[in-house]
């Protein structure tokens, strides 16, 4: 893994740097809903990522040991991206996350499923996931 040249040693910059801007979330997000995706099911998010930012921001978090690659056992020139257990520690964030944007804005229908099983049990939602992200590890 490479290392990460810091700007300051405050853990919130590190953090940033490492995770923090808005497509390197989004992806976080959608490994850890669905374990596993391809890069073209990546591309496919709802906030239609360009693909330029995209192989950058894939590059970053693995360079950051956030996620890793895997190969496609349907095919050799396809490859899986997976949280590693390190990106698997971003779970909470992520539900934190959502639970403040619940507080601030409006959510759409779809997403409120979601929203009730994090609230109706933040912590049994959040060891749900981990159980079965690390079963994939």
Known sequence: MKTQKK???CPVSFSLEAFGDKWSLLIVRDLMLKKKCTYGE???SDEKIATNILAARLLSLEENGIIQKLGHPDSKA????QLTQKGMDLIPIIVEINL?????????EK????LAQMNADKEGFIKNAFKELESDL
Do not use: G, N
């Not at 396809?78 to 991206?81: G, N």
């Not at 403040?100 to 759409?108: G, Q, V």
């Open 78 to 81: 396809k490859v899986l991206y």
């Open 7 to 9: 700007r300051s040693d």
């Open 42 to 44: 990546l591309a496919k």
């Open 100 to 108: 403040w944007a619940e507080k601030y804005t409006d959510i759409p």
């Open 111 to 114: 997403r409120k499923e979601l």
